[in-house]
Structures are given as structure tokens and as C-alpha cells.
């Protein structure tokens, strides 16, 4: 018995040893400390990304430049990735909701509703959430060419005191 516990200690080690040593060397490594929700200053505002962003990721959004875009809401389609509870209990007016982990059931009913030849901004709740990224990511593969992420999302938007709509949401395929 004594035998087979040190067996399991040794490649418990041995195992972290490895990692540790892969990780420290290797190129691209793994950060030590988790970095939720990286900041880089951007006019004044700040461009907020998750740590999981990509480089060929669609452009991230400061605040000032979602309500920007909001102002100009006949050339931009806000596209709300959460799920319908959420959508109710406050969304950015005019926004279309195509929740991204329930995307097969809404898809056919909102495809029409999203021109290719628009800007589309997807946002969810806010810098915890990151179906907004993922939405935006499966938009850009089916051709919608100007994409980009309100990674701020609701939250900040509220924070902002920008207005929040409380409407009901509409039925999948709908």
C-alpha cells in the first residue's frame, strides 16, 4: 500500500513538473493568473475583451462607439445573443434576439430580419458573458462581412443610462 502511494505522488509531480516546465517554455503558453475581461484604452473609452478573443475575431466595441452606432440604427442591427428571459427583463430597443445557444430553433425566423447588407452588432448581458462573441463568430462563417461585438453588453449599456426595452420576446422561428 505504502508502495502504491508514492507511485501516485511520484507521477502527480512528475505530471506537475512537466506542465509547469511546457507552459513556462512553450510559445502561446497559458496565462498563471486568469485575466477575465482585458482592457485596451480606445479614444477615451475602453475596447473590452474577453480572454478567450481570437485575432481574426470581429472588432470589439467601446461604449461610445455601440451608442454611436445606436444613433444610426437605419444602417445597424443590434442582434441580442441571450436567452428570451433575459431579452424581457431589459434589451437595447429595436433589437433582434437570436439567442446563440438555442441559434437552430430562432435561425429561420430571424435570417430574413438580417440583411447582409447592414452592420450587425451582437451583445449579451456583459463582460461575463461571452455568447456574444460566439454569435458574432457563427454570423461571420454564414457571410454577414460587417460584424462587429458589444462586449459590454446590456449591462454597460444600462450603466450608461441608455434606454432599455422590456417587451415581451418573440417565439423561436418567429
Request: hydrophobic share 40%; charged share 20%.
Amino acid at each position: 500500500m505504502n508502495r502504491l502511494c508514492a507511485q501516485i505522488v511520484f507521477f502527480i509531480i512528475t505530471a506537475t513538473v512537466l506542465a509547469v516546465g511546457r507552459n513556462t517554455l512553450a510559445p502561446g503558453k497559458i496565462a498563471w493568473i486568469w485575466e477575465w475581461g482585458k482592457t485596451a484604452a480606445v479614444e477615451g473609452d475602453s475596447v473590452i475583451r474577453p480572454a478567450s478573443a481570437e485575432p481574426n475575431d470581429p472588432p470589439f466595441l467601446t461604449f461610445s462607439q455601440a451608442s454611436a452606432l445606436y444613433d444610426d440604427s437605419g444602417n445597424v442591427i443590434f442582434v441580442d445573443a441571450r436567452y428570451a428571459e433575459d431579452y424581457e427583463t431589459g434589451h437595447i430597443p429595436g433589437s433582434v434576439l437570436l439567442p446563440f445557444e438555442l441559434f437552430d430553433d430562432y435561425w429561420a425566423g430571424v435570417e430574413p430580419r438580417l440583411p447582409k447588407d447592414k452592420k450587425i452588432v451582437t451583445y449579451c448581458s456583459g463582460e461575463d458573458c461571452e455568447l456574444s462573441l460566439f454569435l458574432a463568430r457563427i454570423l461571420r462563417d454564414k457571410g454577414y462581412p460587417d460584424i462587429a461585438i458589444f462586449y459590454g453588453g446590456a449591462l454597460k449599456w444600462q450603466e450608461n443610462h441608455m434606454p432599455m426595452d422590456t417587451s415581451k420576446a418573440p417565439p423561436p422561428g418567429a
